[in-house]
């Protein structure tokens, strides 16, 4: 079963990372643009096929699908272990909030998801939607911060800045990283 998920995975980056750091989980990275999620399907099959005979990047895979939506369908109550979110879409206007991907409404639904003591991770570049991801899990009675001294010891959480490929682009443009990780409390 799926124990990792990463919610619009973009062009796989952190995916394939999370393939190779963690080789006994199955990871599956969500995307909503068709076009995007088919090259991660190619990358990951060349992946497989350039590595045939290590038997690395079997557990991990992509498929389009719409996370606001269609969470409930792919996964059982309690199923995943950790929960990724990064670099997602700010929607500045604040007649678009609704469309963030952390609201408190989604953050029920990803409770449910989550087993007890699993993790959400976000990571932006945008220091408003930052706060606004950190407020809204701050708020919510089903989660609880993860200290700075537990993530300097949890690869997961070392990896977010710079194994996706809009990670690797604020690096080379120098820019700020704004980074919550919180834990399911029940």
Same mark, same amino acid.
């Given at each position: 079963?799926? %124990?990792? @998920?990463?919610?619009?995975?973009?062009?796989?980056?952190?995916?394939?990372?999370?393939?190779?750091?963690? /080789?006994?989980? @199955?990871? !599956?990275?969500? %995307?909503?643009?068709?076009?995007?999620? %088919?090259?991660?399907? *190619?990358?990951i099959?060349? @992946?497989?096929? #350039?590595?045939?005979? *290590?038997?690395?990047? =079997?557990?991990?895979?992509?498929?389009?699908a #719409?996370?606001?939506?269609?969470? /409930?369908?792919?996964?059982?109550?309690?199923q995943?272990k950790?929960?990724?979110?990064?670099?997602?879409? /700010?929607?500045?206007?604040?007649?678009?909030?609704?469309?963030?991907?952390?609201t408190?409404?989604?953050?029920?639904?990803?409770?449910?998801?989550?087993? /007890?003591?699993?993790?959400?991770?976000?990571?932006?570049?945008?220091? *408003?939607?930052? %706060?606004?991801?950190?407020d809204? @899990? +701050?708020?919510h009675?089903?989660?609880?911060?993860?200290?700075?001294?537990? !993530?300097? *010891?949890?690869?997961?959480? =070392?990896?977010?800045p710079?194994?996706?490929? +809009?990670?690797?682009?604020?690096?080379?443009?120098?820019?700020?990283?704004?980074r919550?990780?919180?834990?399911?409390?029940?």
């Open positions: 079963r799926v %124990e990792f @998920l990463d919610v619009g995975c973009g062009f796989g980056g952190y995916l394939v990372k999370l393939g190779t750091t963690f /080789p006994d989980v @199955l990871s !599956l990275g969500l %995307e909503i643009r068709d076009k995007v999620s %088919e090259y991660v399907r *190619e990358r099959d060349a @992946l497989r096929k #350039n590595h045939e005979g *290590e038997g690395t990047y =079997q557990n991990i895979a992509c498929f389009r #719409n996370a606001m939506r269609d969470l /409930p369908h792919y996964f059982r109550k309690h995943l950790k929960l990724f979110f990064l670099f997602p879409d /700010p929607h500045f206007k604040a007649s678009n909030h609704r469309r963030r991907i952390i408190t409404t989604l953050l029920d639904e990803y409770a449910y998801l989550l087993a /007890p003591g699993g993790m959400i991770y976000t990571i932006t570049d945008v220091a *408003e939607l930052g %706060e606004w991801m950190r809204h @899990l +701050e708020r009675p089903m989660f609880a911060r993860v200290s700075d001294e537990e !993530l300097a *010891e949890d690869p997961a959480a =070392q990896h977010l710079s194994a996706s490929e +809009e990670g690797q682009k604020v690096a080379r443009n120098c820019g700020k990283t704004f919550s990780v919180y834990r399911k409390t029940a």
